[in-house]
């Protein structure tokens, strides 16, 4: 069965960067897109970013462009997502996200992972 | 950026009865090239992550129950829940996957 974990989050001061990971398994990951898609504590679920199956073509929302890098390795089955500049409305649970289209970019989220908190505080 | 509003915030329904959610796009999520509207609807349990019921507004996923339904057109839809059961207690969320930046709704917790 289709496995996500990830990994890398904790406490950061503002202005810091911190770097996420997401092992995948279960599935043949180079075949799907991947994202990345948050929650900050009490509130709605907000999507942060997405990958092409390849790696090849990336985009964000406006708000985090610039900010976020989002990254894959298919021989190693991992996603990552690079944060700098990071500030206090960051701090969310950050998920890696299983997109539901082979080899394309459906934008919906067949298989999610536990999630990794990230707190932004001083 | 397409804006999704859901209604109510909170309901809560008795055990065995129909739960109605709603959805509005701020615009259509309807693409006429496959005829398929792209509006997903998650379900998150306290403390878990979100699960995937629908996509294109009504295809159930992979395992989940037939008492969720989802129906709509245009910029409305809504998610049913036929017989409500005491494992539904949730937030909802819909969601458009229609074109990226991908947006959700503020979410529905459904209480018994």
């Known amino acids: 069965q289709v496995q996500l974990v990830e990994s890398g989050g904790g406490v950061v001061q503002p202005g810091r960067s911190l770097r996420l990971s997401c092992a995948a398994s279960?599935?043949?990951?180079?075949?799907?897109?991947m994202h990345w898609v948050r929650q900050a504590p009490g509130k709605g679920l907000e999507w942060v970013a997405v990958i092409s199956h390849d790696g090849k073509t990336t985009f964000y929302p406006e708000f985090l462009r610039g900010r976020f890098t989002v990254s894959r390795d298919n021989s190693k089955n991992t996603l990552s997502l690079q944060m700098r500049g990071l500030r206090v409305e960051d701090t969310a649970v950050y998920y890696c996200?299983?997109?539901?289209?082979?080899?394309?970019?459906?934008?919906?989220?067949?298989?999610w992972g536990q999630g990794t908190l990230v707190t932004v505080s001083s | 950026d397409i804006v999704m509003t859901q209604s109510p915030d909170s309901l809560t329904v008795s055990l065995g009865e129909r739960a109605t959610i709603n959805c509005k796009t701020s615009q259509s999520v309807f693409y006429s090239s496959n005829n398929k509207t792209y509006l997903a609807w998650y379900q998150q349990k306290p403390g878990q992550p979100p699960k995937m019921l629908l996509y294109w507004a009504s295809t159930r996923g992979s395992g989940v129950p037939d008492r969720f339904s989802g129906s709509g057109s245009g910029t409305d839809f809504t998610l049913t829940i036929s017989s409500l059961q005491a494992e539904d207690v949730a937030v909802y969320h819909c969601?458009?996957?229609?074109?990226?930046?991908?947006?959700f709704g503020q979410g529905t917790k459904l209480e018994i």
């Open positions: 969601q458009q996957h229609y074109s990226a930046p991908y947006t």
């Open positions: 996200a299983k997109d539901g289209w082979y080899m394309g970019e459906g934008g919906n989220f067949d298989n």
């Open positions: 279960g599935f043949t990951f180079s075949t799907y897109a």
